[in-house]
């Protein structure tokens, strides 16, 4: 039993960190810092907090709003893998981040909601994959917990990440973290690709 959770746990745990992209996300705060005037670490503290809520609730929900809706789980699985893959290939291009800064650019942060939670944490593809992952649990809670905490390990490792750029911001290499958040697109690309074939697979066994 417990080595099936810890086989969960590590597995979601590497496929939020490759779509959360930690390191990734920390190349655009650290182009935000100069736009937060007051309370940095506070900021940084309650938009990786809000972000892991807003993740847990579509977790929680997501199953219940793919029913509502009357969407099947291999129709999410083609679509989000597409969403996903697409988002890959923007981080291989270095296009997420420029696509990102440029939405925020201009803006003095004073809240960690916007840009911070949402949509720099808990954007599209964080909300996509963790629909997925909870439609695909089936019900087990103890699975369901798993993919939680893996949620929150992430986050908190960002929120880490965050409060170390806040005081050593001039001796980090933003080009090295993009790098580095190209090499994670790979993975991502690979793994959206995975999406589109189960959803694919899942479907033909109903015709």
Request: net charge positive; charged share 15%; proline share 2%.
């Amino acid at each position: 039993m417990l080595n099936e959770i810890l086989d969960v746990y590590f597995r979601s745990f590497i496929f939020y960190f490759v779509v959360i992209d930690p390191l990734g996300t920390v190349a655009i705060f650290l182009t935000l810092l100069q736009r937060i005037k007051e309370n940095k670490n506070k900021i940084a503290i309650e938009a990786t907090f809000l972000a892991f809520l807003i993740l847990v609730f579509f977790f929680i929900m997501g199953k219940i709003i793919l029913n509502h809706l009357n969407i099947s789980l291999y129709s999410f699985k083609i679509a989000g893998g597409i969403i996903l893959l697409l988002i890959a290939i923007e981080m291989l291009l270095d296009k997420r981040s420029a696509r990102k800064e440029k939405s925020i650019e201009g803006k003095i942060i004073s809240t960690s909601i916007f840009p911070l939670a949402i949509p720099l944490l808990a954007g599209p593809a964080a909300i996509t994959s963790v629909i997925v992952s909870s439609s695909s649990t089936s019900g087990n809670l103890i699975s369901s917990l798993a993919h939680i905490f893996s949620v929150f390990s992430v986050l908190l490792i960002t929120c880490m990440l965050f409060l170390v750029i806040i005081r050593s911001e001039k001796f980090i290499s933003k080009k090295l973290l993009q790098v580095l958040s190209r090499i994670i697109g790979i993975i991502l690309a690979a793994l959206s690709v995975q999406f589109i074939l189960d959803g694919l697979r899942e479907a033909s066994k109903t015709f």
